[in-house]
T-cell receptor, first 110, second 114 residues
Framework: EDQVTQSPEALRLQEGESSSLNCSYT??????LFWYRQDPGKGPEFLFT???AGEEKEKERLKATLTKKESFLHITAPKPEDSATYLC???????????FGKGTRLHILP | NAGVTQTPKFRVLKTGQSMTLLCAQD?????MYWYRQDPGMGLRLIHY???????AKGEVPDGYNVSRLKKQNFLLGLESAAPSQTSVYFC?????????????FGNGTRLTVT
């Protein structure tokens, strides 16, 4: 069964304290892996697409990496405005389904 | 450019009532998706469509029907609402499924079934 698992479920960091979020996946064929940010009461906002092992992408304080079994979202020197839920999703090769993990709730304390 | 628009934004139904949620996109996207989001459960795929006139089941399709009569619209129907369908519903669209085709989301419909 295709599955996406994110850890931790929740993470509280002090402002400036770097950390990483994990997304592990077990799928029959991966066409792409996506990271999204979701603020309360809003739809998810696209951050990155990764689709080959070894690929990395960066945007401001965020960097996403991909291996054959998992992806990491690294947050460097976070600020309170980085507080949000971060969602990982995979697009399946065989049928274009896009399935999501349950997300990581990130809270950055000032 | 409106992107993905969902109507209504809020709705309260009684058990057994029916309703249709409308999703409209103006980006000429081929693919459209309906998800539901519940606390602690993440986003779960209900149904999706890879083109006008086509639909397919997702992870949690029971109790829902969909139609894609026009490329820009994707309708989600609840024929007989149940309290278990209380949720926030998100619609999303994308270009055909190459690796670099992310979903663009609407802002959701909050549905309560009493």
């Amino acid at each position: 069964e295709d599955q996406v698992t994110q850890s931790p479920e929740a993470l509280r960091l002090q402002e400036g304290e770097s950390s990483s979020l994990n997304c592990s996946y077990t799928v029959s064929g991966l066409r792409g892996l996506f990271w999204y940010r979701q603020d309360p009461g809003k739809g998810p906002e696209f951050l990155f697409t990764l689709y080959s092992a070894g690929e990395e992408k960066e945007k401001e304080r965020l960097k996403a990496t991909l291996t054959k079994k998992e992806s990491f979202l690294h947050i460097t020197a976070p600020k309170p405005e980085d507080s949000a839920t971060y969602l990982c999703a995979v697009r399946l090769n065989r049928d274009d389904k896009i399935i999501f993990g349950k997300g990581t709730r990130l809270h950055i304390l000032p | 450019n409106a992107g993905v628009t969902q109507t209504p934004k809020f709705r309260v139904l009684k058990t057994g009532q029916s309703m249709t949620l409308l999703c409209a996109q103006d980006m000429n996207h081929e693919y459209m998706y309906w998800y539901r989001q519940d606390p602690g459960m993440g986003l779960r795929l209900i149904h999706y469509s890879v083109g006008e006139g086509t639909t397919a089941k997702g992870e949690v399709p029971d109790g829902y029907n969909v139609s894609r009569l026009k490329k820009q619209n994707f309708l989600l129907g609840l024929e007989s609402a149940a309290p278990s369908q209380t949720s926030v519903y998100f619609c999303a669209s994308s270009y055909p499924g190459t690796g670099d085709s992310p979903l663009h989301f609407g802002n959701g419909t909050r549905l309560t079934v009493t």
